[in-house]
């Protein structure tokens, strides 16, 4: 499966319309590209760096226009889409939410963040409650994590133990942290043998810098593709055979015993 990663600065503005366009955009040359899944950054729909009275301002719930559109372009590009935004749930809270909807419009997973990083995302978000849900696509099976998600080992331990073949990440992740695109996300997909879709921001916003290099680990470890720090529309071409073929060579899955992790601390 060719999966295409949309590395983006996102509507200067900020505007959800705006930056919708340059998703119908990034859909089209994805698709052409023979890309079947199109991974968008972490809050693509309003920018990260925004604050909590303007992330309430533009939330939506999880089937809202925004979602409506995303379903057209997917179906009109024949393109399954993954795109951060921010969620108003049915309880009044805002959550950093990534949604997957499949190339037919229908709606796979709603993933919220787990693990909110800083004062920056406690001030704007609730932390969702890591269910670790998997869907379908192509024959694989796939969920999702959101940026500091994946620097957790126990968050994408866990969609493998539900025998996922790919976690998608969208992320916002900022300088200094090119460790996590060089060697954390390949890290985690080395341990626990499936495939990381790694999705960043790039360009500014505020006081932060994004750095780009966004990725896609490997199950042998490193990364199939590593972007560099401005705007690019990335592929990579997961091979269910190499995923098999890393499942025999490496065995930390089989090899685990949990009967010996249970200490708190």
Do not use: W
């Not at 978000?125 to 890591?130: I, N, R």
């Not at 390949?186 to 790039?202: D, T």
């Not at 290099?213 to 529309?233: I, K, M, Q, R, T």
């Amino acid at each position: 499966m060719r999966i295409a990663l949309l590395q983006t600065a996102g509507d200067p503005q900020n505007r959800p319309a705006a930056n919708l366009d340059r998703l119908e955009e990034a859909a089209a040359r994805a698709a052409a590209g023979g890309a079947r899944l199109l991974v968008a950054p972490e809050m693509f729909l309003s920018g990260y760096n925004i604050g909590a009275q303007a992330a309430a301002l533009v939330a939506e719930n999880a089937n809202g226009p925004s979602a409506a559109r995303v379903a057209d372009i997917a179906q009109r590009h024949g393109i399954a889409i993954c795109y951060g935004y921010p969620e108003r749930g049915a309880d009044g809270a805002i959550y950093n939410s990534a949604l997957l909807i499949d190339r037919t419009g229908a709606t796979l997973l709603n993933f919220r963040k787990t693990h909110l990083f800083g004062d920056l995302d406690r001030a704007m978000f609730a932390p969702g409650p890591g269910t670790a849900e998997l869907a379908e696509l192509d024959g694989y099976k796939v969920g999702i994590l959101i940026c500091y998600d994946v620097e957790f080992p126990e968050a994408v331990r866990a969609l493998a133990l539900g025998d996922a073949d790919l976690v998608i990440v969208p992320t916002a992740n900022m300088k200094p942290y090119d460790a996590v695109s060089l060697f954390v996300v390949p890290a985690r997909a080395f341990e626990s043998e499936l495939y990381v879709a790694y999705a960043n921001r790039c360009g500014s916003e505020g006081d932060l810098d994004y750095m780009g290099l966004s990725c896609v680990g490997d199950p042998n470890g490193g990364n199939l593709v590593l972007a560099g720090d401005g705007e690019e529309l990335v592929f990579a071409d997961l091979d269910s055979e190499r995923l098999k073929q890393a499942r025999v060579l490496n065995t930390h899955m089989r090899d685990r015993r949990p009967e010996v992790y249970g200490r708190s601390r």
